[in-house]
């Protein structure tokens, strides 16, 4: 049962970033538009930046996605299942995939914040792939114990 008022307090974060995503990535055109009018952008570089926001967005909502799937788990009381094993993978190929797309974007157009980016996504991607086996870890503990009895 997911009892403490941070779990609480995480989940609705999460559900409301899930959403305003889901929005955000929907509004990317308009978006684009604002941001080349701050810019000023030519078309191919405005093409290449739409792209870049899209496919991260997707993958940002993606991995959300299945961090709501995960805090279901954990809402039921038994956070430690195979699923959530693969729910670590997933997020963790999406977070090297937004590294992979920014590091792309980096040769194209250079930005401090998208050095950052690629960084906190490989961290990220490390943080799950980590997650992942101390999840593993306690399933085998759990259900060896669970056959002991």
């Known amino acids: 049962m997911l009892r403490s008022g941070i779990g ?3 989940k609705t974060v999460v559900d409301i970033f899930f959403y305003a995503g889901i929005i955000c990535v929907a509004g990317i ?9 701050q ?16 496919l991260s967005g997707v993958l940002a909502v993606y991995i959300l996605y299945n961090f709501k ?3 279901k ?16 993978d997933r997020m963790a190929v999406s977070c090297t ?12 157009i250079f930005s401090i914040a998208t050095v950052v980016i690629v960084c906190v996504f490989i961290i990220a991607a490390l943080f799950c ?18 056959w002991t009895v």
């Not at 810019?39 to 899209?54: E, Q, R």
């Not at 788990?73 to 670590?88: K, Q, S």
């Not at 995939?97 to 194209?108: D, N, P, Q």
């Open 97 to 108: 995939v937004i590294a992979l797309i920014y590091i792309v974007k980096s040769f194209v």
């Open 29 to 37: 055109p308009l978006w684009g538009k604002i941001l080349n009018m």
């Open 129 to 146: 792939l980590t997650l992942k086996d101390i999840f593993k870890q306690a399933i085998i503990y759990k259900e060896e114990n669970d």
């Open 73 to 88: 788990t954990l809402i039921a009381g038994n956070p430690f299942v195979w699923d959530n094993i693969r729910h670590f």
């Open 69 to 71: 799937c995960m805090f």
């Open 8 to 10: 609480k307090l995480t």
């Open 39 to 54: 810019y000023n952008y030519d078309k191919d570089s405005w093409a290449f930046m739409i792209a870049v926001l899209f």
